[in-house]
């Protein structure tokens, strides 16, 4: 406490004093986390800068901020943040997203004119590890039954449940077994074609005999009138030998 009281003195005695931070930081792991930090700005804005470890004799160590009074001009990471009104003099540092390698002590450095006069105060920070959140399991009735869609006989389902204890329904499947149980149509389709081909065989069959049947009779009736022609053509030619016999006796 003495300790505290005599740094605040001789801060104020050097020149814009900090306004009175925290020695420790405590914070909890994943949560965002505030380290307090702001000068008095009655004699005009300066840089300033945060790092990791105490404040050293100049400057900061392992900087992860730098701001030119009025605007953060670097930063090492998109989580390290100045939230307050720079140009006011609240240099406050916010860590989004704690983790525990945060944990550890922070400088805050106001670089003011003059040999000795910079304005810095240290900050330890602590944090916490979260509690695992117990869950306990819902309780379950499975005396209600309701009626899945889909399904024939009802199935019991718990009153709290979720999508995943709900019987699953494979339509794939059902399909198929809807396909099988009518083997009926079918067979029938298979007796209409069958039947289709037999008909058009038989029609095939009959215009081939009947094609040749024709042709058989033409040739006949060919053979027959040749024939005939020859038989008139040796009854011509014995009719003048016989006419020259009689002359003769």
Request: net charge negative.
């Amino acid at each position: 406490m003495i300790e505290t009281y005599v740094r605040v003195c001789f801060c104020l005695l050097l020149g814009p004093g900090l306004s009175a931070a925290a020695e420790h930081v405590t914070g909890s792991v994943d949560d965002n986390l505030t380290l307090p930090c702001s000068y008095s700005v009655s004699h005009g804005t300066t840089t300033m800068c945060w790092g990791r470890g105490s404040c050293p004799s100049s400057k900061c160590n392992n900087v992860i901020i730098w701001t030119d009074g009025s605007r953060v001009t670097w930063r090492k990471s998109d989580r390290y943040q100045l939230l307050g009104n720079i140009s006011q003099g609240d240099v406050s540092l916010t860590i989004t997203g704690v983790t525990k390698e945060d944990e550890g002590t922070y400088c805050c450095r106001v670089e003011t004119p003059g040999l000795g006069n910079d304005l810095k105060n240290d900050i330890n920070v602590k944090l916490q590890e979260v509690p695992q959140r117990t869950t306990s399991a819902p309780t379950t009735r499975t005396n209600d039954l309701t009626f899945v869609p889909g399904v024939d006989d009802p199935v019991s389902i718990p009153s709290t449940f979720s999508p995943d204890t709900v019987p699953f329904i494979d339509n794939e499947k059902q399909q198929s077994t809807d396909v099988q149980e009518s083997p009926r149509d079918s067979n029938g389709l298979n007796f209409i074609i069958a039947g289709v081909v037999i008909v058009i065989i038989l029609l095939v069959s009959l215009l081939v005999i009947v094609y040749v049947y024709k042709h058989k009779m033409k040739n006949k009736d060919k053979s027959r009138n040749s024939a005939v022609i020859t038989l008139e053509g040796l009854g011509e030619t014995q009719r003048p030998a016989e006419q020259n016999i009689y002359i003769l006796e």
